[in-house]
């Protein structure tokens, strides 16, 4: 999933996924340097809450958990 911030200046948004998530990472835009997404920043099984520089653009892998 990437993601940016078109209004120049620093903000908060929210991931939101219609299952749940079972890993987040973090990468650099070649999708490459893996880190995990701080725990804090999960707000829900689902959802997780992401802060932007001005400008600044994030790509996230992430894997859901099976729907059963």
């Known amino acids: ?3 940016y ?3 120049g200046s620093e903000t908060r ?3 939101d996924f219609s299952s ?3 890993t987040c990472f973090e990468t650099n835009l070649m999708e490459e ?3 995990p997404v701080n725990k804090v920043e999960k707000t829900e099984d689902s959802q997780f809450s992401l802060h ?3 400008y ?3 790509t996230h892998k992430v894997s859901l958990k099976p729907q059963m």
């Open 1 to 3: 999933v990437r993601t």
């Open 52 to 54: 932007y520089k001005s």
């Open 13 to 15: 948004a929210s991931l």
């Open 56 to 58: 600044e653009i994030k």
């Open 5 to 7: 911030d078109s209004h």
């Open 20 to 22: 749940s998530v079972e």
């Open 33 to 35: 340097n893996e880190k």
